[in-house]
């Protein structure tokens, strides 16, 4: 399988909790390398143009709110197959539907504050680190 990098984000909702070293466990426990990370605040602005892809869906104006109501972590994952590994380390988008023992299962308030995004394709995971990182902070 191929080393892969993918963008992660530790939502508002989980860093209010104080839950970014229980999530970055999970991740390391599953073999993905932390090989970039910072935490920072959204502008409403930032979050409306990383969540582009879902503008005019009902959901965007309150997601877009909620991911610039508090700071969030941006990390690069780094390892096999990383991109489907972190999506089924999360679990599904909606907690109540996500597998037991998953991030979002555990740890999700509702379908909007689910504790963490994940890139869903190469491409996305591409220009999702590209949105928050140059090529010299990421350390591999
Ligand atoms: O994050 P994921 O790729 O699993 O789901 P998405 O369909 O790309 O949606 C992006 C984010 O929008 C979700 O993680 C939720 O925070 C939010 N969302 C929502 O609030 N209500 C929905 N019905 C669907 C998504
Ligand atoms: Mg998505």
Redesign the pocket.
């Known amino acids: 399988m191929p080393v892969e990098r993918t963008l992660s984000i530790i939502k508002p909702d989980a860093t209010r909790r104080n839950l970014t070293g229980r999530i970055n466990a999970r991740f390391e426990a599953a073999g993905l390398r932390l090989v970039a990370q910072k935490r920072l605040s959204l502008t409403r602005a930032a979050a409306e143009q990383f969540y582009r892809v ?1 503008a005019g869906r009902p ?1 965007f104006a309150p ?1 877009c709110a909620f991911m610039s109501s508090g700071p969030v972590v941006v990390q690069v994952l780094e390892g096999e197959d990383a991109i489907a590994r972190n999506r089924a380390i999360m679990g599904a ?1 909606d907690p109540a539907k996500a597998e037991k023992g998953t991030i979002r299962a555990d740890f999700a308030e509702s ?2 504050a ?1 504790s963490a ?1 994940g890139s ?1 394709s190469p491409e996305t995971a591409a220009q999702e680190i590209a949105f928050f990182f140059s090529a010299l902070e990421i350390v591999g």
């Open positions: 879902h959901f997601l988008t379908i909007e689910n995004h869903d």
